[in-house]
């Protein structure tokens, strides 16, 4: 089945909360689900909204149980979970699908061949959906932890013309999704002037997350093209978030 992928290409607006279990103990898991259903409503009357996930990702996940977490907040929700991995060991079958990432922006062999072959090791036999991501990091004005994970530097946001090859050449390496990221807790979001850009040149639907935290902001990267919009921080910070 490919039930996320289709949802997403269907839909005019998606949206994912992006939960990092590491901030998030698998004990409060059920009283987070409990609080989602009226930032939901809030969002799908204010934004429109057609489809929502929740993508769950960690850049290091130390100490935590992966599989258990997923499946505690799968037991809580009828949300589709999607995996935003941040390795290859964050995998769980108890997940809808999961973000087949791709670091396009860095040169890093670990994140852009290695930790994808050590997961492939662990996918022959699963049911997720596995959806092919171009994954584009851009600066958003501070360090984030997939840069110091990863150790490649994001591509700066006067490089416009660049940012747009990298998501043309993600599209072109057959890629499904190609996700723009600021990264978490970033100070500025990615420019309304590349996510125009990028929706302008690809034909694969767009992701752009991090740094989002008005309904404004919010509007305005789904005006210039983004099929799905990606707010964690703004949650995390407020769980009763209402932009």
């Known amino acids: 089945m490919r039930e996320t992928l289709k949802n997403i290409e269907q839909s005019g607006r998606s949206l994912a909360i992006l939960i990092d279990p590491e901030k998030m103990k698998v004990d409060a898991v059920a009283a987070f689900a409990e609080t989602i259903p009226t930032t939901v409503l809030f969002l799908q009357k204010n934004l429109h909204i057609d489809q929502f996930f929740f993508f769950v990702g960690g850049s290091t996940m130390e100490n935590t149980n992966f599989d258990q977490w997923i499946k505690k907040l799968k037991q809580n929700t009828p949300i589709p ?3 935003f991995p941040g390795s290859c060991d964050q995998l769980s079958e108890n997940a809808d699908a999961l973000l087949f990432l791709h670091l396009i922006s860095g040169r890093n062999t670990d994140y852009l061949i290695d930790q994808q072959v050590n997961a492939a090791k662990q996918l ?5 959906e596995i959806i092919p991501t171009g994954y584009v990091l851009i600066d958003g004005g501070k360090e984030t932890a997939v840069q110091r994970i990863s150790k ?3 591509l700066p946001q006067n490089k416009v013309e660049d940012i747009v090859n990298h998501a043309y050449a993600a599209q072109l390496m057959g890629n499904q999704l190609v996700y723009l990221e600021a990264g978490s807790g970033a100070k500025e979001s990615v420019s309304i002037d590349i996510v125009r850009e990028v929706s302008d040149q690809i034909n ?16 305005a990267i789904y005006e210039a093209g983004a099929k799905m919009v990606v ?3 703004a949650i995390e910070e407020n769980i009763n978030w209402n932009g």
């Open 81 to 83: 979970i999607v995996i």
């Open 124 to 128: 022959k036999e699963t049911a997720l």
């Open 152 to 154: 490649t530097l994001p």
């Open 204 to 219: 694969v639907p767009l992701i752009v997350g991090g740094g989002l935290r008005t309904m404004g902001q919010i509007e």
């Open 231 to 233: 707010i964690g921080t």
